[in-house]
Nanobody
Framework: QVQLVESGGGLVQPGGSLRLSCAAS????????MGWYRQAPGKQREFVATITSYNSTAYADSVKDRFTISRDNAKNTVYLQMNSLKPEDTAVYYC?????????WGQGTQVTVSS
């Protein structure tokens, strides 16, 4: 069982930046892929980005060239650097990880982009 704890959310103006972090504990040595999803009010949860244990990355088209996912395997932590933020990026951001036969979610962190 893996536990995930996100941090780094907050209020930022349009065009600003934030960096989210997600720390894994428990059976974290079994993790092979980590990622970020988000859920805006009244919408379904959607994919944002993933990174494999070999640092292969994938992004949603809506965040490509603005967001960067990275990981520090020694710290069992995944990051999401978000630049050029837009009001439509406002959502609760969730960390997710995959282990053999299972996946885990964090509790989420709120990101609000508003002037």
């Amino acid at each position: 069982q893996v536990q995930l704890v996100e941090s780094g959310g907050g209020l930022v103006q349009p065009g600003g930046s934030l960096r989210l972090s997600c720390a894994a504990s428990g059976s974290s040595s079994d993790i092979y892929t980590m990622g970020w999803y988000r859920q805006a009010p009244g919408k379904q949860r959607e994919f944002v980005a993933t990174i494999t244990s070999y640092n292969s990355t994938a992004y949603a088209d809506s965040v490509k060239d603005r967001f960067t996912i990275s990981r520090d395997n020694a710290k069992n932590t995944v990051y999401l650097q978000m630049n050029s933020l837009k009001p439509e990026d406002t959502a609760v951001y969730y960390c997710r990880c995959w282990t053999p036969g299972a996946n885990s979610w964090g509790q989420g962190t709120q990101v609000t982009v508003s002037s």
